[in-house]
């Protein structure tokens, strides 16, 4: 089964500074991983996906992704962290079993950022 | 951009009542699915649907559930008895392919049980 480990539950940075974000994950074959964000009441929006093309995924508002299979890694990072930063991130991997598709989630990083 | 949405915001109901809890997915979707985040857990799914039958659903998702695209354009969850523990913010995503692409989710429902 597939399944995703968000290694913090809590980070915190200042401005300017960068971020990451840890995920580990677990598949029995190759997985498709995404980022969503969180804002405190708002809906999920997708950060950036990785669907087996290239392993450096671009996002969004300056994230970015690896995906390192030695690691079963899907490290979330951005190079300066913005105010508007701050929210819940989720690593998702998607499960095929079954024919269908669904989202399984990590248990969420809430990032603050600090001026 | 074309987007989720989802009514009501938030639904407060007495235990024992039915509720139900309605989405408008992308117009051009075809596969939708209903997930939910208890208080400080995580986002679980419930169900995902097709070809207007359910095509997987979870351990979550018994005999109180049932979901329903009655027309060209609402998905909706109904919950026949709620129960305290079905409080919760429910999402509905949808999805143009059942495989890598991604599922677009509405901003959710905060469903209250007292």
């Known amino acids: 089964a597939q399944s995703v480990t968000q290694l913090d539950s809590h980070v915190s940075v200042s401005e300017g500074t960068p971020v990451l974000l840890r995920c580990n994950y677990s598949?029995?074959?190759?997985?498709?991983l995404f980022w969503y964000v969180q804002h405190p009441n708002k809906g999920l929006q997708l950060l950036l996906k990785y669907t087996s093309a290239a392993t450096l995924v671009k996002g969004i508002n300056g994230f970015e992704a690896e995906f390192k299979k030695s690691e079963t890694s899907f490290h979330l990072t951005k190079p300066s962290a913005h105010m508007s930063d701050a929210a819940e991130y989720f690593c998702v991997v998607s499960d095929y079993s079954g024919g269908y598709n669904k989202l399984i989630f990590g248990a969420g990083t809430r990032l603050a950022v600090h001026p | 951009e074309p987007e989720v949405t989802q009514t009501p915001s938030h639904q407060v109901t007495q235990m024992g009542q039915e509720v139900i809890l309605r989405c408008v997915p992308i117009s051009n979707h075809l596969y939708f699915y209903w997930y939910r985040q208890i208080l400080g857990q995580k986002v679980e799914f419930l169900v995902s649907f097709y070809n207007n039958e359910i095509s997987e659903k979870s351990e979550i998702f018994d005999d109180q559930f049932s979901v329903e695209r009655p027309d060209g354009s609402n998905f909706t969850l109904k919950i026949r008895s709620t129960k305290l523990e079905d409080s919760a913010m429910y999402f509905c995503a949808s999805s143009d392919a059942g495989t890598h692409n991604e599922q677009f989710f509405g901003p959710g429902t905060r469903l209250t049980v007292l």
């Open positions: 598949s029995s074959y190759s997985p498709s």
